[in-house]
């Protein structure tokens, strides 16, 4: 099982960005999806759901500015993230969580969100 996250980067406050995350060896949408971030010297919090059913779930920091879908063509989870903060900047990870304690993890995707 694989997850490969893309698309962070450096933008200014106010600009957006798409991160991808590309999943092979399981068929994302039996998964509840997640994305995570974890800024430094933080812990690692839940950012943002889009569980088996298509329903999706997002922490308060972000809600409003972030939107979570999925490609189940591409087999792809996505995270457009609008309107960026400072406190936006982090490590974001792609999770995907199944039954029977099925957990996989991505390597991470660095945002940084700076003037």
């Known amino acids: 099982v694989q997850l490969d996250e893309s698309g962070g980067g450096l933008v200014q406050p106010g600009g957006s960005l798409r991160l991808s995350c590309a999943a092979s060896?399981?068929?994302?949408?039996?998964?509840?999806m997640n994305w995570y971030r974890q800024a430094p010297e933080k812990q690692r919090e839940l950012v943002a759901t889009l569980n088996n059913g298509g329903t999706t779930n997002y922490a308060d920091s972000v809600r409003g500015r972030f939107t979570i879908s999925g490609d189940n063509a591409e087999n792809t989870v996505y995270l457009q993230m609008d309107s960026l903060k400072v406190e936006d900047t982090g490590v974001y990870y792609c999770?995907?969580?199944?039954?029977?304690?099925?957990?996989?993890w991505g390597q991470g995707t660095q945002v940084t969100v700076s003037s």
């Open positions: 999770n995907a969580r199944g039954i029977l304690n099925r957990d996989f």
């Open positions: 060896g399981i068929i994302a949408s039996r998964y509840d």
